[in-house]
T-cell receptor, first 114, second 113 residues
């Protein structure tokens, strides 16, 4: 089946630094990739949708200058959390879509900002 | 407005009991897709099922079964003879014409030995 690799699995960073999370579709070309954020005991909230070669579309309330998304190829999307603060600590999950309704999720990245 | 409602926040059962998770959705689209995912403590999302709006047939896969009723906009999920390994958070999700997934709040299932 389709596999999406997400790295790193966890990261601890200092407040004010930037962190990059990679999402890679290993055996298929993803027409669209999605980035979600999940706080403890809460649901997944969509942050942004990205298509290869074009700017990401951010959901309302998500700061595009803080959460930089780059979708450089059909198999790779990156999320950079810039100037991270403790309130950015969360579980970030990417999803890659092949076709219209085949969503495959990465294993997630647990970000802790200290 | 919430598109997917999972009214049950937590369910706790003893092993071998059946568990039914409710999911009610809201959409104006005639074509849409419904999903169930399992999220164990490790965090990854495990795909369980996808159902399109034109297929109301119920489905059974091992100990899992799903009941899709368009008349009540519900897509309920039953685990028969639950096991400890079924302990997880279960999410119902909806994909409409814009093809983005909208997740419900999730139901935490705890199966006690």
């Amino acid at each position: 089946g389709a596999v999406v690799s997400q790295h790193p699995s966890w990261v601890i960073c200092k407040s004010g630094t930037s962190v990059k999370i990679e999402c890679r579709s290993l055996d298929f070309q993803a027409t669209t990739m999605f980035w979600y954020r999940q706080f403890p005991k809460q649901s997944l909230m969509l942050m942004a949708t990205s298509n290869e070669g074009s700017k990401a579309t951010y959901e309302q309330g998500v700061e595009k200058d803080k959460f930089l998304i780059n979708h450089a190829s059909l198999t790779l999307s990156t999320l950079t959390v810039t100037s991270a603060h403790p309130e950015d600590s969360s579980f970030y999950i990417c999803s890659a879509r092949e076709g219209w309704t085949d969503y495959t999720f990465g294993s997630g990245t647990r970000l802790t900002v200290v | 407005a919430q598109k997917v409602t999972q009214a049950q926040t937590e369910i706790s059962v003893v092993e071998k009991e059946d568990v039914t998770l409710d999911c009610v959705y809201e959409t104006r689209d005639t074509t849409y897709y419904l999903f169930w995912y399992k999220q164990p403590p490790s965090g990854e999302l495990v795909f369980l099922i996808r159902r399109n709006s034109f297929d109301e047939q119920n489905e059974i896969s091992g100990r899992y079964s799903w009941n899709f009723q368009k008349s009540t906009s519900s897509f309920n999920f039953t685990i028969t003879a639950s096991q400890v390994v079924d302990s997880a958070v279960y999410f119902c999700a909806l994909s409409e014409a814009v093809y983005k997934l909208s997740f419900g709040a999730g139901t935490t299932v705890t199966v006690r030995a």
